[in-house]
């Protein structure tokens, strides 16, 4: 399973991360042994592999929660392998991996500040997309 959270509502998104995470604790691994935290600006290919292929330790499946990887990894080569494998594979039986995406402040990536890029058009297909985008004042008062 692959789930997609993104937006410059960071603070939205990354509760929403939260939750995903304890719900995973609390209903797949109480030991948390299975989750691993991987740092998308300085990812290999090789070591989300390696993570991403990993079986479970006493528990059904694994999370795996990439970090900025999209807004911060300067390699194009790693977006195409990482599209590569997500389309030659089939995720829903698999670990679960969250790209969590905190979006840049750069306006030379698009009008949202994410490279726009074959990962990024890849993962906002997803059955378990988020955008948070801001809110707005009558919703933030409510």
Do not use: C
């Not at 209903?27 to 592999?49: A, P, Q, R």
């Not at 990024?120 to 297909?125: E, P, R, S």
Request: without cysteine; hydrophobic residues 35%.
């Amino acid at each position: 399973m692959i789930i997609f959270l993104y937006g410059a509502d960071t603070y939205r998104s990354h509760e929403k991360l939260n939750k995903l995470r304890e719900k995973f604790s609390r209903e797949i691994d109480k030991s948390h042994l299975n989750l691993s935290v991987l740092d998308g600006e300085k990812l290999t290919f090789e070591e989300f592999y390696k993570s991403v292929s990993a079986a479970p330790f006493l528990a059904t499946k694994r999370m795996i929660i990439v970090k900025n990887l999209i807004s911060k990894n300067k390699s194009k080569k790693i977006f195409e392998e990482i599209a590569d494998y997500i389309k030659n594979k089939d995720m829903s039986q698999e670990n679960i991996i969250v790209f969590w995406e905190e979006e840049g402040q750069s306006k030379k990536h698009g009008a949202r500040g994410i490279k726009k890029n074959i990962l990024f058009d890849l993962l906002k297909k997803e059955k378990y997309m988020q955008e948070f985008l801001p809110l707005e004042e009558w919703k933030l008062t409510k």
